[in-house]
């Protein structure tokens, strides 16, 4: 005999604000300020006080703070999102239906949502449509004639989440919502948070002082997009910096301080009737144009690999981008069978010779689920050389990662050329003349 195990209700020890309370609290805030009051601030400050004088039943500083933000989300048109998307341990959501509602947390364990997230199925398309309409830099049509869309939403910070959405093709409307925890991490963060060590975060700070073209491989939440952030962090603030994604999510161009020069594009989905598509593919033939100092991709997943390959083979230096793939080695093959998406399609052979002549380094991440909670880490690094006999481009490990642990090996050395870029850039060279092998010698 089967039991069926029912996963447990969210808690984190935050209260959750009731989605009754928050409908009154924003329909009272709505009014006055169509009534001509302005300051949002005040006058939502003014509502909660009155909800706390009249006896509710949790009046704590923490429940208020929790139901303002609510509210606030409510009012910038995220409905019954806003409480989701406001909480730090929260990574992904999913909705199966406006009350089937599974969250992912950071530590890697999934728990049900204990509240609807829109009163019908029906409601739940009317936000989304709306959403998709006004919150993105280009719109999206999300409508029984384009029932598939993606999108990046500003949910309390300037970039905070990722929605995919589904409908007419499934029973009940499906959504998929990442969101970017560590919008803003450093690499320094990610040393801190136990991510990179201090080897592997000094010798990728190198690798981009130094200019060199790198890609970011790993699986589904790995973290790709997170260290690609973290290595735009390190470019200067004098260079020139081209942008390019399917929805924005890097957001270098939103710190003016940090990246003054920053020319930032997103694609842009055909319409219903089929017209107005601009692919990466068009943007990253249009961007070499700009006179970058370097060009970045937040993901590439098709034919437009091969406009990447081409931009920084022609001499964009510090290029990165991210890329899907299982394992460092994989990435010549996955790259040659992108490149027969391209049209025309990019010949095997070609394929190799572009990624050996574009790319000097793969960073591999991955996603370490335990007992004990999720992890992640750089997996290991690899310098990509000339094609080799075999036909692909050659790979010289560089570093790998003990397994279970963020300790980098050094298991190189570099090409004398790409040591002495990383050395000039302020790379400590004697770190591959240390011992390599698992547990031997000291480091």
Known sequence: ??????????????????????????????????????DV??????????????????????????????VRGALAGLGGLAPLLDRDGVENIHI?????????????????????????????LELLGELFARCGRT????????????LRIA???????????????????RVAIRRHRLAHATLDDLHAGGTLDASMRDFLAAAVAAGLNLLVTGGPYAGKTTLLRALCQQIPATEHVVTVEDDY??????????????????????????????????????????????????????????????????????GMGTLHATSARSVPERIAALGQLADPPLPIPAAHRWT????????????????????????EVVEVGPVGDAETPDFTPLFATAPGTPESIPVGPPSPGLLERLTAAGHDARVFDLPTAWGGGSR
């Open 139 to 150: 719109a999206r049509e999300f409508s029984p004639a384009r029932p598939i869309a993606n």
């Open 356 to 379: 050996a002549s574009a790319l000097d380094l793969i960073v591999h991440v991955a996603r370490h689920d335990h007992p004990a909670g999720r992890t992640r880490s750089v997996a």
């Open 249 to 318: 999510e890097l957001g270098l161009h939103l710190d003016q301080q940090r990246h003054p020069l920053v020319t930032a594009w997103e694609a842009r989905a055909a319409g219903a009737e089929g017209v107005g598509e601009i692919t990466l593919d068009d943007l990253l033939k249009q961007a070499l144009r700009h006179s970058p100092s370097r060009v970045v991709v937040g993901e590439v997943r098709a034919g437009e690999i091969t406009a990447l390959l081409r931009a920084l083979g022609n001499g964009a230096t510090g």
């Open 1 to 38: 005999m089967s039991t069926r195990r029912l996963l447990p209700v969210f808690d984190d020890g935050d209260p959750i604000p009731d989605p009754e309370t928050v409908k009154q609290l924003w329909a009272a805030v709505a009014a006055r300020l169509d009534a001509g009051e302005s």
């Open 41 to 70: 601030d005040t006058v939502l400050k003014d509502e909660l006080t009155r909800w706390t004088a009249a006896g509710s039943p949790d009046s704590s500083l923490s429940a208020e703070h929790r139901l303002g933000q609510a």
């Open 155 to 173: 949910a309390g910070g300037p970039l905070d989440a990722r929605v995919a959405a589904v409908r007419e093709v499934c029973e009940r409307p």
């Open 96 to 124: 199966h239906g406006c009350d089937h509602v599974l969250v992912e947390c950071a530590d890697g364990t999934t728990a049900r949502w204990p509240y609807p997230v829109a009163d019908s199925d029906e409601a739940l």
